[in-house]
């Protein structure tokens, strides 16, 4: 047995340890995409059987701030790409810089999003309006939650600027990024 082999059979990581960060956010990373694979995949059978109140829905709806909101956000995750970039070039407090600008965009998409419920209940628009606004609050409203989440790791990460920890927090933060880039078309797009 090689080396490698038994340094992967003494950690139990496998594949998950050649990837960056702390192998535990991976298998957080991967259960919540399936989490929201399932919420999309049950917005998408909702859809199917009631197509005028997803139609109706989403005419409500403010592509506008939402579309706004993707370029934030991608914006916060190159951001956090560049702050990995500068943290493995040793240069921690340039990657502190650039974790700083992904949480302060990070707390724009939040401003954005709240501004976004705060028109759409004024509206009249609520929960539990029709089967689109459930699906489509609890879907944002879970999103929102990771981006809070994610706006909590990088602020902790961003502390010590260690390679590992910016690492981790970065994976997060793209995941929160890819998800959001799947549920922009999905819930506001796609007729």
């Not at 038994?6 to 919540?32: A, K, N, R, Y």
């Not at 917005?43 to 199917?48: E, G, N, Q």
């Amino acid at each position: 047995m090689s080396t490698t082999e038994c340094e992967q059979q003494e950690t139990g990581w496998g594949i998950l340890q050649d990837l960056p960060g702390d192998p535990m956010i991976w298998v957080l990373i991967f259960s919540e995409l399936v989490a929201f694979g399932l919420f999309l995949g049950a917005f998408s059978v909702a859809r199917a059987i009631h197509p005028a109140v997803f139609e109706a829905g989403q005419a409500a709806l403010n592509s506008n701030l939402a579309g706004l909101n993707t370029v934030v956000l991608v914006s916060s995750g190159w951001a956090a790409a560049r702050a990995t970039k500068a943290a493995r070039a040793g240069e921690r407090q340039v990657a502190r810089s650039w974790i700083v600008g992904a949480i302060v965009l990070g707390g724009l998409f939040i401003a954005i999003k709240l501004a976004e419920y705060a028109e759409e209940i004024g509206g009249g628009v609520g929960l539990e309006t029709s089967p689109f606004f459930t699906l489509y609050f609890l879907l944002t409203g879970f999103h929102l939650l990771h981006v809070g989440l994610g706006i909590v790791i990088l602020a902790v990460v961003c502390r010590r600027a260690e390679i590992s920890g910016i690492e981790t927090g970065t994976a997060f933060w793209h995941m929160v990024d890819l998800v959001w880039i799947v549920m922009f078309p999905i819930l506001y797009l796609v007729r």
